[in-house]
Nanobody, 127 residues
Framework: QLRLVESGGALVQAGRSLRLSCSVA????????IGWVRQAPGKEREAVSC???????????YYKDSIKGRFTISRDNANNTVYLQRTRLHPDDTAVYSC?????????????????WGQGTQVTVSS
């Protein structure tokens, strides 16, 4: 089972950038799909972005439509970490961000869920 730990959450002003990190322990991150989901106060959890395993070359990253062009998911195999680089932050991006991971395609991980989960990191964007 994967052990995932999120970090990088903070209070930031609208328009700024912030990078979140999801560190994976126990297994090599390149063998698993890893993603990001978020849950804002009073709202349902929603998928943000997921990236497939390194060997799944035809498995394109998944991005929620409303964040395309602003967020980028990347994997650092040497540090066993997946990042979510976020730019032009908006107050609507305020949420607890968590990273799920598992042996399934990126889109399936984001849409269907499953796998292992971290505890989450709080991001608050002020206007």
């Amino acid at each position: 089972q994967l052990r995932l730990v999120e970090s990088g959450g903070a209070l930031v002003q609208a328009g700024r950038s912030l990078r979140l990190s999801c560190s994976v322990a126990g297994r090599s991150v390149e063998h698993y799909a890893i993603g990001w989901v978020r849950q804002a106060p009073g709202k349902e959890r929603e998928a943000v972005s997921c990236r497939g395993a390194k060997a799944a070359t035809s498995d394109s990253p998944y991005y929620k439509d409303s964040i395309k062009g602003r967020f980028t998911i990347s994997r650092d195999n040497a540090n066993n970490t997946v990042y979510l680089q976020r730019t032009r932050l908006h107050p609507d991006d305020t949420a607890v961000y968590s990273c799920p991971g598992g042996p399934r395609p990126a889109t399936a991980l984001c849409i269907l869920g499953g796998g292992s989960w971290g505890q989450g990191t709080q991001v608050t964007v002020s206007s």
